[in-house]
């Protein structure tokens, strides 16, 4: 079992910065794969991020490639969400969510189904 707790979104203008955290309980966090997804009004939940388990390894989505950042701390059992260069169009709720169905960081990491385990999420809202 994993519990996961998002903190650290807000509201910032566009091309400003916020740094999201996932922390989460249990002793075999580093077991897992972990996600950040986001979800807009009225849209569809959709990937942004995956980090496989000793943070080796990261897969992004096309629209945030080079303006996001994942990373992990095993040792303090959490997972954060660099995000620079904010657009409205980031505007969303941002959950993370894990995984130990797969260990590779794939393309495959991109599908909400195979994560057992969501965070409540965390508000992050972009102004023009």
């Known amino acids: 079992q994993v519990q996961l707790v998002e903190s650290g979104g807000g509201s910032v203008q566009a091309g400003g910065s916020l740094r999201l955290s996932c922390a989460a309980s249990?002793?075999?966090?580093?077991?897992?794969?972990i996600a950040w997804f986001r979800q807009a009004p009225g849209k569809e939940r959709e990937f942004v991020t995956a980090?496989?388990?000793?943070?080796?390894?990261?897969y992004y989505a096309n629209s945030v490639k080079g303006r996001f950042t994942i990373s992990r701390d095993n040792a303090k059992n959490t997972m954060y969400l660099q995000a620079n260069n904010l657009k409205p169009e980031d505007t969303a709720v941002y959950y993370c969510?894990?995984?130990?169905?797969?260990?590779?960081?794939?393309?495959?990491?991109?599908?909400?189904?195979?994560?057992?385990?969501w965070g409540q999420g965390t508000q992050v809202t972009v102004a023009s």
């Open positions: 249990g002793r075999t966090f580093s077991r897992y794969i």
């Open positions: 969510a894990a995984t130990d169905r797969i260990t590779i960081v794939s393309r495959v990491a991109a599908s909400p189904v195979l994560y057992d385990y």
């Open positions: 980090i496989n388990g000793n943070g080796g390894s990261t």
